[in-house]
């Protein structure tokens, strides 16, 4: 993670399958978000994350949109203000007014039960600042990211970033200003998938302190995802090696075999277990460990070690 805590891969995808061995720690459930937020922001296409939906479903709010983040906050009446509660004189029923709030309290509780409405969160003022507005603060970010729109790539992407850390948006989810850089990059077709800047910024020696310059701010971020490049090159070498030593094995099988399919499902998915490949590949369990016993050196590398949850990946 970004703050420098290391996570096992296999608690990380037993926590994401929802079959945690034992209780998830606090960096677990950390590692999680960080999982979830790139996923959610490669599952659209580019544009998608920079708006408000799509900043309100990176940072784990599902319920909030544009218009609910829009609607003004409506000021509760003082019950001792006799002008905010007129009388009701021309009503031929008194109860008529009384019932209606009923119906309209009523209206709202279905709401919320039904997830339409979400429910406001408490904040504790010793883990947030009162007086720090971060829909405000998250206004004028995207506002600021439309006004860069002309410039190139990487320097609205390293002047996003900086501008994020400036505003201190989000500082209990600290990947997620480099996760909205990689999307600025993705979105203006630099890239086609979101570059690691998050494994590339822990590499670098770069560290933001809030007195560079802007020449040394564009520099430090350059770094980063000169970084970042490297991390994506060096993993796209082990994919093609191992796709290669697979493949040796595969074009000495029938030409109804599945073992081809079985190398392609290792190429794309960071984890393949045995009921995972049975179940894309249409076999059965024991189908998927004779291929596996079939590539023999070619095998990817077993990530749990586990008797109970057995995964192999390239890494």
């Known amino acids: 993670m970004l703050d420098g805590h290391l996570v096992d891969v296999g608690d990380l995808v037993l926590h994401d399958a929802g079959m945690d061995v034992r209780s998830p720690t606090h960096e677990l459930t950390r590692a999680a978000a960080a999982l979830r937020s790139r996923r959610t922001a490669m599952a659209r296409k580019a544009?998608?994350?920079?708006?408000?939906?799509?900043?309100?479903?990176?940072?784990?709010?599902?319920?909030?949109?544009?218009?609910?983040?829009?609607?003004?906050?409506?000021?509760?009446?003082?019950?001792?203000?006799?002008?905010a509660y007129p009388p009701y004189a021309n009503d031929t029923d008194p109860w008529k007014a009384h019932f209606a709030e009923i119906d309209a309290l009523l209206d709202r509780t279905s709401k919320v039960l039904a997830g339409e409405t979400p429910l406001p969160k408490s904040r504790s003022h010793l883990v947030y600042d009162p007086?720090?507005?971060e829909a405000e603060n998250e206004d004028l970010w995207l506002d600021f990211v439309k006004r860069t729109n002309h410039?190139?790539?990487?320097?609205?992407?390293?002047?996003a970033w900086n501008t994020w850390l400036d505003l201190n948006l989000y500082t209990r989810l600290p990947w997620l200003g480099l996760t909205m850089a990689a999307s600025i990059l993705r979105a203006r077709g630099l890239t086609n998938h979101l570059l690691p800047l998050a494994a590339g910024f822990k590499r670098s020696k770069f560290r933001p302190q809030g007195r560079e310059g802007a020449r040394e701010k564009l520099d430090g971020f350059?770094?980063?995802?000169?970084?970042?490049?490297?991390?994506?090159?060096?993993?796209?070498?082990?994919?093609?090696?191992?796709?290669?030593?697979?493949?040796?094995?595969?074009?000495?099988?029938?030409?109804?075999s599945k073992l081809p399919?079985?190398?392609d499902l290792f190429l794309s998915r960071p984890l393949v277990t045995v009921p995972l490949g049975a179940k894309l590949l249409k076999v059965t369990p024991k189908a998927v460990d004779l291929m596996l016993a079939q590539l023999r050196g070619a095998l990817p590398r077993e990530l749990t070690g586990r008797t109970r949850y057995r995964a192999w990946g390239i890494v």
Do not use: F, H, T, Y
């Open 131 to 133: 007086d720090q507005d």
């Open 261 to 263: 399919e079985l190398v």
């Open 47 to 83: 544009p998608w994350p920079l708006s408000i939906d799509g900043l309100a479903a990176l940072r784990g709010v599902g319920g909030l949109g544009a218009e609910s983040s829009a609607k003004p906050k409506r000021k509760r009446p003082d019950p001792d203000d006799d002008e």
């Open 222 to 256: 350059c770094s980063v995802v000169e970084e970042a490049l490297e991390i994506a090159n060096k993993d796209l070498d082990r994919l093609i090696l191992a796709r290669e030593l697979m493949n040796r094995v595969a074009d000495k099988c029938r030409s109804n």
């Open 151 to 159: 410039w190139p790539a990487i320097a609205a992407a390293a002047v």
